[in-house]
């Protein structure tokens, strides 16, 4: 194959190909056994890493449960150690015997479950079991048993040990975690199985561990259950057996068919145009049924094999950039000659007639040379002469073919008529436009497309124009062949000969069907409600100007309807936006249908519209109206097949009685709506003076609210919490109070709400916290040391993104320890977006901030966040504290709370004590704290420390 290709090639080629060849052919043979050596050294490699990855990060899953375990066992064996000594202690009082103490032992650890099957068993320091669920366990000695021994030798702390029941095919892994009780020389054991407890295990421990791994350059390991659901992923979390692609849900049945091994597949990322190869490793936890797995792309393990190559390429490469110019060299040096002489042909061929060759050589290459000149001296001229006549002739061709190109393609339509106005030809846009073909017009008057909406006036004026001027322009309007008028934009020149006479006309015109369609839809969409096709604002305070006007002329009367869909809210939230628009746009066809012709209904935004009725009508038929707009709400809308009930709360003004320009009475229907909703909503309300000078006096307490804030007249007052055990106060909870300038208090009943609605809380809650740890400051450097405080966030501090480095900032400017700080939470600022709670919660707690839920029972009393949130206290809303010594069901609840709390391990503080007889029913319900007016109302920071100076005093004499 070689020998055929270089037949007929030069000499230069042939040297060059002979010596690329030969050095290729070595440096293949080197390069394909140096990749075939290191490809099985890299694979090797790969797989070793894989394997490793996914035994480490088995390691984490079950160091994470193996601490997580320990941890509820020893909570409960704590807890249970507390119980004994509370019991010992009352042996010791005499309020009970040592056998009434061992009986209630008895009922209470029997009664508690650890796991699934697990219990609380007691046995004394000889092995004899004391106390078991299984009574006929109990007195058996069990001190033979390995697992007893360590548990005995131990006395505290944590063991595992496998454990096989009668009639089970294999043992299982148990943990156990002892304590023990000296006074009754009990050791007290908490155990249950392993497998038990894996709802404990936290993927978040061992998340960030298992993320950070990167295998190659894409490479990374996850878990997974064997039901598909993915517990940890760089990029999923959803479940890979519910999701649409085949090939995910291949590969995870095919891991959880082996449970262990490794295998290769093919895997198409969103985005990539191909599907790569990839190889995982995988291991299966039976604990907890699951799978980790790590994987890689092959391109990425065989990198190093892709450097080798490009080694090898580029050595290659550089080889024979070296090799190619000395064969080259050589070649040169004996085809130069014949290679200059056959250059000076080809330009020749190619037209070049001034190419000339070297002459001056005396052999025959330089004879050849002389005549070469001499016969392109003789061809040069003749071609010379041809250029000059053809070059005339094209330019005439040139310009004819230009007009005939721009006659034909040109958008606009092109008439050319004689000087008598008969048609002489048109354009194919004149057919496009018109509809009319050329053999159809030519001959004809451009009349044939007048129109009808022009007078004679209008053609008079337009040729006198074009006789005078030689030109005319403008619009106007001509009528197709199909009969419709349409508009356009025409031009007329006259076209002289060359004796100054007139010889043709020619008229170019661009029909305006579509830009004035165009401005027509913009003038629309301007006026009108992009959803529902209704009007807007500006079309309805167009047409409310114009409503007024005629009922100031005719004495009639305008009525404002504004309609606001009461909990539009919930339909977006809990069915999605595109059901929301559909309710919209039904909810704008009934009220169109309930209404008038002539009335106008608005769409001003979101779920607000307004209906605009005028005629000389009292308001009995207005109040109608609004009856029909609000039964249309009644039957159910049938959004996405599904039924929704949705209301309508209305506002009601009338012109000229409530405003005297449209936006005051849009304003004040608005404010008549709110009252309508105040009233429980799917009613309505006619506005009133009243209305009109409560938000203006909701206004003026903004402004004085504001200016407040700049003249610092935001207060705190403490209030004390007491300990009920020891009669002691155990700190005190800051309340803001707005005192002004002349003394005067504001109800925080009357600004809080309105702060919290117009964003100030947040600056206030920062002051109070401020001050608060300013005032525990100075309580430090005096005799009142080591109290702490609580202090109330809102919802609308707690959305705050720099909430945490807030609070942290404001602890590190007065050097205070966040152990002193209790921040207080409603139960409805927990539930608005749980996920956030935690991770703000968690980060507070980490500092060492306690969080108390504050009114606890008035909202949503969920276990399931006094479970998740690391809640230290509880505070019993007065409302229940109030009448419960009156109330059976009132201190029924707050005895449950108590009991609730205390076996969760939260602490209970009860507000709005104000009676001794309170106080005491409080304490046998097992109530840790206590504040109230009883021992102290909220008081300035001078008065507070009075107040403990002289609480003090009472206690020392008491």
Known sequence: MIRRFLRGKSIGTRLVVGYSVLFLLVMSLVGGMSYLLVRGIVERDVRDELRVTTDSVAGMVR???????????????????QILSSLEAGVRSGKMTAREARRDARMILDSQTVGRTGYVYCLDSSGVVRLHPEKSVEGTDVSGREFV?????????????????????????????????????????????????????????FRDSVLSIRLGQSGYAYVLD???????????????????????????????????????????????????????????????????????????????LHTLSWLFAGSGLLAMLLIIPLSALVARSISSPLQRLMLMLQ???????????????????????????????VLQQSRERLDSEMGIRRQVEHKQVLFEEVFQNALEGIVITDVNGRIVTVNPAFTVITGYERHEVVGENPRVLKSDKHSEEFYREMWQSLKENGHWAGEIWNRRKNGEPYPELLTISAIHDENGQVSHYVSMFHDLTDMKRQEEELHYQHNHDALTGLPNRVLLLDRLSVAMNHAARDDGRVVVLYIDLDNFKNVNDSMGHSMGDLLLQQAAERFGATLHEEDTLARIGGDEFVALLEGRFDERYAV?????????????FILGGEEAYITASVGMTFYPEDGKDPDTLIKNADMAMSGAKNLGKNSYHVFTREMDDRVNRRMQLERDMRQGLKRDEFMVYYQPKIDLANKKISGMEALVRWVRLDGTVVSPM???????????????????????????????EGPHAGLNVAVNLSPEQFRQEDLVEMVRRTLDIHDLSPDRLDLEITESTIMRDIDDT???????????????????????????????????????DRSFVRDICEDPNDANIVQTITVMADNLGIKVVAEGVETVEQQELLTSFGCQQVQGFLFSPPLPAPGFEEYLTGFETRSGEG
């Open 63 to 81: 160091a994470a449960t193996a601490a997580s375990i320990r941890n509820r066992l020893r909570a409960i064996a704590e807890k249970n150690v």
């Open 149 to 205: 021994q360590r548990m005995q030798k131990l006395k505290q702390g944590y063991l595992e040990y496998a454990w096989q029941n009668p009639g089970e095919k294999r043992p299982r892994e148990k943990a156990l975690y002892v304590e023990y009780f000296k006074p009754w020389d009990w050791y007290v054991a908490v155990t249950s199985y392993r497998d038990e407890f894996s709802s404990l295990v936290d993927s978040a421990d």
């Open 226 to 304: 064997t039901k598909g659901n993915l517990i940890i992923h760089h990029r999923i979390s959803d479940n890979v057996l519910d999701a649409r692609d085949a090939n995910g849900k291949q590969i995870v049945r095919e891991m959880v068919r082996r449970k262990n091994g490794l295998f290769e597949y093919s895997w198409k990322n969103p985005g990539e145009s191909r599907a790569r190869e990839k190889v995982v490793a995988f291991r299966y936890l039976p604990e907890f049924d699951w799978i980790v797995a790590a994987s890689i792309y092959r391109d990425e393990m065989y990198a190093p």
């Open 347 to 377: 330009k020749a061929a190619d037209g070049d007639y001034s190419v000339r060759g070297n002459g001056d050589s005396e052999d025959e290459l330089g004879r050849l040379t002389l005549r070469f000149n001499q016969f392109m001296d």
């Open 624 to 636: 109608d109206v609004v009856h029909q707009l609000l039964a249309a709400m009644e039957p159910p």
């Open 750 to 780: 009357d600004f809080i709400p309105l702060a919290e609605e117009n964003g100030l809380i947040i600056d206030i809650g920062a002051r109070v916290l401020d001050k608060a740890c300013a005032f525990l400051r100075i309580l430090d």
């Open 838 to 876: 935690v991770y703000k919660l968690n980060q507070l707690v980490a500092m060492g901030i306690r969080i108390s839920i504050d009114d606890f029972g008035t909202g949503y009393s969920s276990m399931y966040y006094l479970k998740k949130f690391p809640i230290d206290t509880l505070k019993i």
